[in-house]
């Protein structure tokens, strides 16, 4: 049974964690993105970025 906020009550530990830290992610990209900051993230190959808020707010899933 999925709950009001998006997670089942038989979600795993690691399914909990991740679904606030992508809740917590997506926050503080909406807060950069408000003051028309960037934000350094990781590639795939373990390179930094500098990548405007508001770009990577289209990579994000929606709450």
């Known amino acids: 049974m999925i709950k009001a906020n998006g997670i089942g009550e038989d979600a795993t530990f ?8 992508n809740i917590a992610l997506r926050k503080m990209a909406e807060e950069a993105a408000l003051h028309d900051k960037s934000l350094v993230i990781g590639d795939k190959e373990g390179n930094a970025k500098l990548v405007p808020a508001k770009e990577l707010l289209k990579t994000l899933p929606e709450r």
Do not use: A, H, I, S
């Open 14 to 21: 690691t399914e909990k964690v991740m679904f606030g830290l």
